[in-house]
């Protein structure tokens, strides 16, 4: 044969094998694609979200942590920020002086490099820098007409700053005298220095225009300051205002026990700064605060935060290198700064079993649409597989449909998500999962189904043969399903195992974002095993009935636990319960964290009187209030060596306030109280303190006292002390007092109050006081707001609903899969006499097992993701509580889920109903088969 003709034969049989693989593939794809197109249109709807919520749902979550991080930075601080402060003033050319500052007209130049020199997470996110030069506060001894009048005078207990104005003709406005200038030599002379004041300031330091000022500076000299003009600020709003505000509002105090008192800031210039802080010998402190732009923070660089503060307070002259002088370095930071990485994590932790769980339900949502296509192909593909088509083929078909859908569902999915976010988040994971599914559940489907169809293998003929047969296809199965329950159990284990929160806050965590959906799938397979014995006493009742109906029921029931409904039915109750069940345990963990950080409603440390006390007491809304002395490292000699301890006196109002509270005083209170003083002090210890004391008591040092003690009790878990640092030592108020007398002239004290009316009674009794009081109302409505958890319980709810809604879809899915076989079922009833309006049963006999085996695997699916992995979801950090929260089951979760899938069911029973309505079921007799 030439090699013409070779080569000839080689093409055909090239285009001859081409043929046989496609078999005119296109036109059979695109009828195929037509006459299922709603199926199709349903796989390209479910694709395009998952996609979208693929992408969307990471973007959300960096969203989420980036807000939260902002929010951290201003928790409690209205203006975040450095401040770097150096001395300025008290030089002279050519003359040593001592504490000697820079020359104030270089002090801006000085300092303009302090930003560009902090560590890099400051760096680029910072504010315009303000400078501010002023003396620390001096006493202003007296006011008089003259320098004479006021020199050496003492009598008056005032104080004042004196600010520089870099350019009082820019900055200030005179409204009366002039602006100050210097005489020349004012270091040197006796001339006063000439300053300047605000309306308000003069008012409050009884001084006016002409007036001369005798202030001295502690430690160093003083000098006589000359008032030459009355002015108010150019621009009130300028940021330099901001930096004296007792400029602009000055603290006046009139209080007749004593004398009358006031601070005010008043201004010098460039001049003044020179020579005051030469006649003081001190110089001014020179301030340079660099705000930060809150706005340019995201999550990343406020977890870098802290390890970059500590090293600036370690190190603070790495801003002025080359300087002789470091500066002091004040951080201005909010504490929720240092908390948030932890918090960030365990937001992080719980918002990703969110979208791992979501995405797993849209891949088994999908690969149920794609079982559905491929049985109402079942017949094509049959025939086609008996007419001799390949495996390679009957896939090839179904994966180029799949791939297009893939392909347009993934865009359509992105560019939504893209056109929402702003940006692409590379979700390559999650998104990637969704596209292989859509891409490959048709195809492996097709191909299963092609093998089973015709297989090519037969069956021995041989009895025990085809049970050796039965037996290996049976191991298999066990092998996959042990499998599958050991990964899961390895999943929770390794998450135990690790203790912690994830490492950081980049991604999602493997391990936890697989946990969710490992554990569902263990349900299924357990369910699956266990399943046909729960339906036992089912079939025994179907069997009671007469005719056909509930054998076929019960027959239709067992038949309904396929394994990809069972799954996504499954996965999507256990997110949504889980969801549910950690923003409840949470949101209790935080009521609980706020007894316990403020040990009652209300708490006062300050100066106050018994009666004062009592009056709270008395108060509408009060149920009950007690006196608690803190007292901060005690000593304790134990033998040979020495302890510290935090003692805490209580008094006999202390067991009803813990009784109004949920908190565990974790001892007998009653044992405390004891009135013979020639006995030891009873105490409650801490159990650090265990088998240390010698012969069961010791001695605690307050006071100028011993006073001996002895072990009553040891603290194991006291939740009503936590407002308190450990380690504890709790004793009674009284016997300590009749022990040690100068314990009662302690004048701060604790005064601890429970009731809904406890902060009204509190501002009512201590109106006007200077007293700290903290309100567990305010903790816990701060500790709710935070932006952390704002966005885990929209992500909760969230999830909550895209997973109902991907339920419907895979329970239509099953009605719709399961119709066919219903429909040969009525036809054959029919002929046996049977009514049509039975069709609803055969529905919901198969759908029923079906969603109540789901709703059980998944509830108790979620119940392990919240018990077995709980430390890794981090709740005790969110809830603010001292340990991990206790498990809150919230019955309303099981009752929304148990109605929500009721409520599915009965529409996916009239769907099914409404389907059949007009089948002629009369024509089985004569096509054997429902058209």
Same mark, same amino acid.
């Given at each position: 044969?030439?090699?013409?003709?070779g080569?000839?034969?080689?093409?055909?049989?090239?285009?001859?094998?081409?043929?046989?693989?496609?078999?005119?593939?296109?036109?059979?794809?695109?009828?195929?694609?037509?006459?299922?197109?709603?199926?199709?249109?349903?796989?390209?709807?479910?694709?395009?979200?998952?996609?979208?919520?693929?992408?969307?749902?990471?973007?959300?979550?960096?969203?989420?942590?980036?807000?939260?991080?902002?929010?951290?930075?201003?928790?409690?601080?209205?203006?975040?920020?450095?401040?770097?402060?150096?001395?300025?003033?008290?030089f002279?050319t050519?003359?040593?002086?001592?504490?000697?500052?820079?020359?104030?007209?270089?002090?801006?130049?000085?300092?303009?490099?302090?930003?560009?020199?902090?560590?890099s997470?400051?760096?680029?996110?910072?504010l315009d820098?303000?400078?501010?030069?002023?003396?620390?506060?001096?006493?202003?001894?007296?006011?008089?007409?003259?320098?004479?009048?006021?020199?050496?005078?003492?009598?008056?207990?005032?104080?004042?700053?004196?600010?520089?104005l870099?350019?009082?003709?820019?900055?200030?406005?005179?409204?009366?005298?002039?602006?100050?200038?210097?005489?020349?030599?004012?270091?040197?002379?006796?001339?006063?220095?000439?300053?300047?004041?605000?309306?308000?300031?003069?008012?409050?330091?009884?001084?006016?225009?002409?007036?001369?000022?005798?202030?001295?500076?502690?430690?160093?000299?003083?000098?006589?300051?000359?008032?030459?003009?009355?002015?108010e600020?150019?621009?009130?709003?300028?940021?330099?205002?901001?930096?004296?505000?007792?400029?602009?509002?000055?603290?006046?105090?009139?209080?007749?026990?004593?004398?009358?008192?006031?601070?005010?800031?008043?201004?010098?210039?460039?001049?003044?700064?020179?020579?005051?802080?030469?006649?003081?010998?001190?110089?001014?402190?020179?301030?340079?605060?660099?705000?930060?732009?809150?706005?340019?923070f995201?999550?990343?660089?406020?977890?870098q935060?802290?390890?970059?503060?500590?090293?600036?307070?370690?190190?603070?002259?790495?801003?002025?290198?080359?300087a002789?002088?470091t500066?002091?370095?004040?951080?201005?930071?909010?504490?929720?700064?240092?908390?948030?990485?932890?918090?960030?994590?365990?937001?992080?932790?719980?918002?990703?079993?969110?979208?791992?769980?979501?995405?797993?339900?849209?891949?088994?949502?999908?690969?149920?649409?794609?079982?559905?296509?491929?049985?109402?192909?079942?017949?094509?593909?049959a025939l086609?597989?008996?007419?001799?088509?390949?495996?390679?083929?009957?896939?090839?078909?179904?994966?180029v449909?799949?791939?297009?859908?893939a392909?347009?569902?993934?865009?359509?999915?992105?560019a939504?998500?893209?056109?929402?976010?702003?940006?692409?988040?590379?979700?390559?994971?999650?998104?990637?999962?969704?596209?292989?599914?859509?891409?490959?559940?048709?195809?492996?489907?097709?191909?299963?189904?092609?093998?089973?169809?015709?297989?090519?293998?037969?069956?021995?003929a041989?009895?025990?043969?085809?049970?050796?047969?039965?037996?290996?296809?049976?191991?298999?199965?066990?092998? +996959?399903? %042990?499998g599958? /329950?050991? $990964? #899961?159990? @390895? &999943? *929770? =284990?390794? !998450?135990?195992?690790?203790?912690?929160?994830?490492?950081?806050?980049?991604?999602?965590?493997?391990? +936890?974002? %697989?946990?969710? /959906?490992? $554990? #569902?799938? @263990? &349900? *299924? =397979?357990? !369910?699956?095993?266990?399943?046909p014995?729960?339906?036992?006493?089912?079939?025994?009742?179907?069997?009671?009935?007469?005719?056909?109906?509930?054998?076929l029921?019960? &027959?239709?029931?067992?038949?309904a636990?396929a394994?990809?409904?069972?799954?996504?039915?499954?996965?999507?109750?256990?997110?949504?319960v889980?969801?549910?069940?950690?923003?409840?345990?949470?949101?209790?963990?935080?009521?609980?964290?706020?007894w316990?950080?403020?040990?009652?409603?209300?708490?006062?440390d300050?100066?106050?009187?018994d009666?004062?006390?009592?009056?709270?007491?008395?108060?509408?809304?009060?149920?009950?209030?007690?006196?608690?002395?803190?007292?901060?490292?005690?000593?304790l000699?134990?033998?040979?060596?020495?302890?510290?301890?935090?003692?805490?006196?209580?008094?006999?109002?202390y067991?009803?306030?813990?009784?109004?509270?949920?908190?565990?005083?974790?001892?007998?209170?009653a044992?405390?109280?004891?009135?013979?003083?020639?006995?030891?002090?009873?105490?409650?210890?801490?159990p650090?303190?265990?088998?240390?004391?010698?012969?069961?008591?010791?001695?605690?040092?307050?006071?100028?006292?011993?006073?001996?003690?002895?072990?009553?009790?040891?603290?194991s878990?006291?939740?009503?002390?936590?407002?308190?640092?450990?380690?504890?030592?709790?004793?009674?108020?009284?016997?300590?007092?009749?022990?040690?007398?100068?314990?009662?002239?302690?004048?701060?004290r604790?005064?601890?109050v429970v009731?809904?009316?406890?902060?009204?009674?509190?501002?009512?009794?201590?109106?006007?006081?200077?007293?700290?009081i903290?309100s567990?109302?305010?903790?816990?409505?701060?500790?709710?707001?935070?932006?952390?958890?704002?966005?885990?319980?929209?992500?909760f709810?969230?999830?909550?609903?895209?997973?109902?809604?991907?339920?419907?879809?895979?329970?239509?899915?099953?009605?719709?899969?399961?119709?066919?076989?219903?429909?040969?079922?009525?036809?054959t009833?029919?002929?046996?006499?049977?009514?049509?309006?039975?069709?609803?049963?055969?529905?919901?006999?198969?759908?029923?097992?079906?969603?109540?085996?789901?709703?059980?695997?998944?509830?108790?699916?979620?119940?392990?993701?919240?018990t077995?992995?709980?430390?890794?979801?981090?709740?005790?950090?969110?809830?603010?509580?001292?340990?991990?929260?206790?498990?809150?089951?919230?019955?309303?979760?099981?009752?929304?889920?148990?109605?929500?899938?009721?409520?599915?069911?009965?529409?996916?029973?009239?769907?099914?109903?409404?389907?059949h309505?007009?089948?002629?079921?009369?024509?089985?007799?004569?096509?054997?088969?429902t058209?």
């Amino acid at each position: 044969m030439s090699a013409h003709n070779g080569r000839s034969a080689s093409r055909r049989g090239v285009g001859a094998r081409w043929r046989s693989l496609t078999a005119d593939s296109r036109r059979l794809l695109a009828r195929r694609s037509w006459r299922d197109r709603g199926i199709v249109l349903v796989a390209l709807a479910v694709t395009a979200v998952g996609s979208l919520l693929a992408v969307a749902g990471p973007r959300e979550t960096d969203a989420t942590l980036d807000r939260a991080a902002r929010g951290a930075l201003t928790e409690g601080v209205t203006s975040p920020g450095i401040s770097a402060t150096i001395p300025v003033g008290n030089f002279a050319t050519g003359i040593q002086t001592t504490n000697a500052g820079i020359d104030p007209k270089l002090f801006p130049e000085f300092v303009k490099d302090f930003p560009g020199r902090l560590p890099s997470p400051l760096q680029g996110r910072l504010l315009d820098s303000q400078l501010f030069v002023a003396t620390p506060t001096m006493s202003l001894g007296a006011v008089g007409s003259s320098v004479e009048a006021v020199s050496g005078v003492t009598g008056q207990d005032f104080e004042l700053s004196v600010a520089l104005l870099t350019d009082p003709k820019a900055m200030a406005r005179p409204v009366e005298g002039r602006l100050p200038s210097q005489p020349a030599g004012l270091g040197f002379s006796r001339d006063p220095a000439e300053i300047v004041l605000t309306r308000a300031a003069a008012t409050a330091l009884r001084a006016g225009v002409g007036s001369f000022l005798n202030t001295t500076l502690a430690n160093s000299g003083s000098i006589v300051l000359t008032v030459v003009g009355i002015v108010e600020p150019s621009d009130p709003t300028a940021p330099f205002w901001s930096n004296v505000p007792e400029a602009i509002t000055p603290v006046v105090v009139k209080d007749p026990s004593r004398k009358d008192f006031a601070r005010a800031t008043v201004f010098t210039d460039l001049d003044g700064v020179t020579g005051i802080s030469l006649r003081i010998r001190a110089p001014f402190v020179g301030t340079v605060r660099m705000p930060l732009d809150v706005a340019k923070f995201d999550a990343a660089t406020v977890q870098q935060l802290p390890d970059a503060l500590a090293r600036l307070r370690d190190q603070p002259g790495l801003l002025n290198p080359d300087a002789q002088s470091t500066p002091k370095v004040t951080i201005r930071m909010s504490d929720a700064v240092a908390a948030f990485s932890g918090r960030a994590r365990a937001a992080l932790a719980q918002m990703s079993v969110v979208i791992a769980g979501v995405i797993g339900v849209i891949a088994a949502v999908i690969a149920l649409i794609a079982r559905l296509l491929v049985q109402r192909r079942s017949a094509a593909l049959a025939l086609e597989r008996a007419r001799g088509a390949s495996i390679m083929a009957i896939a090839g078909r179904l994966l180029v449909e799949s791939v297009i859908v893939a392909v347009l569902g993934c865009a359509i999915g992105v560019a939504v998500a893209v056109r929402l976010s702003g940006r692409w988040t590379g979700a390559i994971v999650p998104l990637g999962a969704v596209a292989v599914v859509a891409a490959c559940a048709s195809p492996v489907m097709g191909v299963a189904f092609a093998r089973r169809a015709w297989s090519g293998r037969r069956e021995p003929a041989n009895k025990q043969q085809r049970a050796v047969l039965r037996k290996r296809r049976g191991l298999r199965r066990v092998v +996959l399903e %042990a499998g599958a /329950i050991v $990964l #899961a159990v @390895a &999943a *929770v =284990v390794s !998450l135990r195992g690790r203790g912690v929160l994830q490492e950081e806050t980049a991604g999602a965590d493997p391990f +936890l974002s %697989a946990a969710p /959906i490992l $554990l #569902a799938l @263990a &349900a *299924v =397979v357990i !369910l699956i095993r266990v399943f046909p014995w729960l339906l036992r006493p089912f079939a025994a009742l179907g069997r009671r009935q007469r005719g056909a109906l509930g054998v076929l029921a019960t &027959a239709d029931g067992a038949s309904a636990l396929a394994v990809l409904p069972l799954l996504a039915l499954t996965l999507g109750t256990a997110i949504g319960v889980a969801g549910t069940l950690i923003s409840s345990t949470v949101h209790s963990g935080q009521v609980q964290a706020s007894w316990e950080r403020i040990g009652a409603d209300t708490r006062v440390d300050g100066i106050f009187s018994d009666d004062e006390a009592a009056a709270v007491r008395s108060q509408p809304g009060v149920d009950a209030a007690a006196v608690v002395l803190y007292r901060e490292n005690v000593d304790l000699p134990l033998g040979s060596t020495w302890a510290k301890a935090n003692l805490i006196a209580i008094d006999k109002n202390y067991a009803a306030l813990v009784a109004h509270t949920p908190l565990n005083p974790d001892g007998n209170l009653a044992a405390l109280v004891e009135t013979d003083r020639t006995k030891p002090l009873p105490a409650l210890l801490d159990p650090s303190y265990a088998g240390k004391t010698v012969l069961g008591q010791s001695s605690l040092s307050i006071g100028l006292s011993y006073v001996p003690f002895a072990n009553a009790g040891l603290l194991s878990d006291p939740t009503a002390y936590r407002w308190a640092s450990a380690p504890y030592m709790v004793v009674d108020f009284a016997s300590l007092a009749a022990r040690s007398p100068e314990v009662s002239t302690y004048p701060i004290r604790t005064l601890m109050v429970v009731g809904p009316g406890a902060d009204r009674a509190v501002d009512t009794v201590f109106k006007g006081k200077t007293m700290t009081i903290t309100s567990r109302a305010q903790w816990l409505q701060a500790t709710e707001a935070n932006p952390l958890m704002g966005g885990i319980d929209r992500f909760f709810l969230l999830g909550t609903l895209i997973v109902a809604l991907l339920g419907a879809v895979a329970l239509g899915a099953s009605v719709l899969a399961g119709a066919r076989e219903r429909g040969r079922t009525l036809a054959t009833l029919r002929t046996l006499g049977l009514s049509t309006r039975y069709g609803w049963w055969l529905a919901l006999a198969q759908l029923l097992p079906l969603v109540v085996a789901a709703l059980v695997a998944g509830c108790g699916a979620a119940l392990l993701i919240l018990t077995q992995a709980g430390p890794a979801l981090g709740l005790d950090v969110l809830a603010g509580s001292f340990g991990a929260p206790a498990i809150t089951v919230n019955a309303n979760a099981f009752w929304y889920v148990g109605a929500g899938a009721v409520l599915l069911v009965l529409v996916a029973v009239l769907v099914e109903v409404v389907a059949h309505r007009r089948d002629n079921l009369s024509n089985v007799l004569r096509l054997g088969e429902t058209s």
